[in-house]
């Protein structure tokens, strides 16, 4: 692996991660002294979500690591110099 390709997919990579935290504030909120509160609906669905295979996932819920996913495919193909 090169430096170049390890760089890029840290690159890709942070870019989920910001992209998860993001939408993750939009699913709670702050309490008068500072601390973030999820809702439990969201926590509820998150934690069978963590304990569910891919495969035995939702299609929107596939859909979206799909989406995910591409984004790590994107960099692999700039790499190699093929396309979709």
Request: proline fraction near 2%.
């Amino acid at each position: 692996m090169t430096k170049q390709l390890r760089t890029d997919l840290a690159d890709v990579q942070h870019e989920i991660w910001s992209h998860w935290m993001r939408y993750l504030r939009t699913k709670g909120e702050y309490n008068r002294d500072g601390d973030f509160v999820l809702a439990g609906d969201s926590m509820k669905r998150w934690m069978r979500q963590t304990e569910t295979p891919y495969q035995d996932l939702t299609e929107r819920e596939q859909a979206s690591d799909l989406e995910q996913a591409d984004k790590v495919l994107a960099v692999l193909r700039e790499i190699a110099g093929t396309k979709p």
